[in-house]
């Protein structure tokens, strides 16, 4: 079964500097999505950014971006100029081709200080 | 407007009590899901529908049980249940009906937040 790691629980950057979230995934297949959700307080998953593995490009989505390393199964997210409406619980999510489900992160929490 | 409205927003209910979460989808698409969110840990999937058939089943007590009446309702009921049943319930869905790609995002409704007393 497919897993997915997020290693940070918390994190915190200040406003307008840039913040890396990681996260790793553990899998045998070759062909699969990769994604980052961002959850604020009012509960919703919000889509931020996503990542097709049979591309070597790396996604991004204004000031998003990744870093897809697909022999280290790696997909880190990059924040740059942060802002404050950032704040959220940030989940990582991996699902494979042909398949329904979402397999997510634990999530980590990102905190921008004024 | 999200696309994918969940209700109720907020449930609180006894461990005898019958009732059921609701999720109704705007967007098309021919895939729906519940996840529940539990306080430090991953988000689990209970439930997945394909074109209103169960396609998948997590080993979820039978105390929840789901209803696909057609591609936009998805609805899931709930009865005797446990104080660790407390938790963040998700709904999503997924997959437009035409041109499907296995890499559409799920989109999310806002969740009900369920409390057993």
């Known amino acids: 079964a497919q897993t997915v790691t997020q290693s940070q629980p918390e994190m915190s950057v200040q406003e307008a500097e840039t913040v890396t979230l990681s996260c790793t995934y553990d899998?045998?297949?070759?062909?699969?999505?990769l994604f980052w959700y961002k959850q604020p307080p009012s509960r919703q998953m919000i889509l931020v950014i996503r990542?097709?593995?049979?591309?070597?490009q790396n996604a991004t989505e204004n000031r998003f971006s990744v870093n897809f390393q697909k022999a280290a199964k790696s997909f880190s997210l990059k924040i740059s100029d942060s802002q404050l409406g950032d704040a959220a619980m940030y989940f990582c999510?991996?699902?494979?081709?042909?398949?329904?489900?979402?397999?997510f992160g634990q999530g980590t929490r990102l905190t921008i200080n004024p | 407007e999200t696309g994918v409205t969940q209700t109720p927003r907020h449930l609180v209910m006894g461990m005898t009590n019958k009732k059921s979460l609701k999720c109704e989808q705007h967007l098309g698409h021919n895939a729906m899901y519940w996840y529940k969110q539990s306080a430090k840990k991953p988000l689990e999937l209970m439930f997945v529908?394909?074109?209103?058939?169960?396609?998948e089943n997590n080993s979820v007590p039978s105390r929840f049980s789901p209803e696909c009446p057609n591609s936009s309702h998805l609805f899931l009921h709930l009865h005797t249940l446990q104080p660790e049943d407390s938790a963040l319930y998700l709904c999503?869905?997924?997959?437009?009906?035409?041109?499907?790609?296995?890499?559409?995002?799920?989109?999310f409704g806002n969740g009900t937040r369920l409390t057993v007393t």
């Open positions: 999503a869905s997924s997959h437009p009906r035409v041109g499907s790609s296995y890499n559409s995002p799920l989109h």
């Open positions: 529908y394909s074109l209103e058939e169960r396609v």
């Open positions: 999510a991996y699902r494979s081709a042909g398949a329904q489900k979402l397999v």
């Open positions: 990542q097709e593995a049979y591309k070597q």
């Open positions: 899998t045998s297949e070759s062909d699969y999505y």
